[in-house]
């Protein structure tokens, strides 16, 4: 008679309280995936950018044989290559390049066209890449809260010509 004495409703409140505590807890832990998702979704946006970028404006030539700085395939391939947590095309790469901060841009990569001739592009001009991705929660219950989101990314290099 040393254990305790149950009332007769007090098991069916216990799994009461149960039922009401579980969807908020799940709630929590698919809400800090769907989170942990977005950063990861995020950093890949920031990291193809910069290393679009980056391959932009390393010296030597690509592997088609064209100056790296105006090989717009090899461009948004790098980037897109990088992106493993996003799902990128090549119309999801803007690159342009331009003489410095506040100046007009001197050229662009169309996607599917070919870059800017390499006479056009200077010693000291710089490349920039941005990147843009949808982020949309695979969770719909979450997605009506945190809605969908547009990343996006640019980093800006100076092109060294040999």
Known sequence: MFGTLRAKGERGATLVEFAMAVP???????GLIEFSRLMSAHSA??????ESARYGSATGLSPN?????????????AGIRTAVAVHLEDKDLEIWYDR???TDSTGACPVGAAGPAPELIEGG???AVTVTAKFNSVIPLIGQF???HTITATDMRTIVKE
């Open 24 to 30: 908020v807890f799940l709630l929590l832990v698919f």
């Open 45 to 50: 946006v920031e990291t193809a950018a910069r």
């Open 65 to 77: 044989g064209l100056p790296r700085y105006v090989d717009c395939g090899a461009i948004r391939q």
């Open 100 to 102: 410095g901060p506040g």
């Open 125 to 127: 001009d710089r490349i």
């Open 146 to 148: 945190i809605g969908d």
